[in-house]
């Protein structure tokens, strides 16, 4: 497995992940239609042309949901049992179709588990950042580790 274990994420530990992703039409159209949200900003260009924008703006939870994902490789395949919530979470700039996103994860704070002993809790702070250097999307997530040993 790419992924870390508890004991092998330290604090301070930062990762730059790869690949980075070129967001497509078809992403952010079926993503909107597959959690109903009727928001035409997302899906109806002559309507997106007349906001302040000019043109449609990806979904946001399709951009966390990028962000988060990428970092998976480096981060958490195959070694988390599961995320247990985003304690904050911004979309400082918009995320337009055509435009790639690059990740960069910092572990910020972990800690055993207080009542299992196979497993330990990590904060992950997610950095989400388009071709034009603007940050799209700022989490901070945390995720219940396995213990390498347990």
Known sequence: MSGKYFEELEVGMEFKHLPHRTITETDNFLFTALTHNPQPL?????????????QIIVNSLFTLGLVIGLSVGDTTLGTTIGNLGMEKTEFPNP??????????????????????PDRGIVWFEHVGINQRDEIICECLRKGMMLKKNA
Do not use: N
Not at 95 to 116: L, Q
């Open 42 to 54: 997302h899906l109806d260009a002559e309507f997106a042309k007349s906001t302040q924008h000019g």
């Open 95 to 116: 995320v337009f179709i055509g435009d790639t996103v690059r990740v960069a994860t910092k572990i910020t704070e972990k800690r055993e588990s207080k009542s299992k």
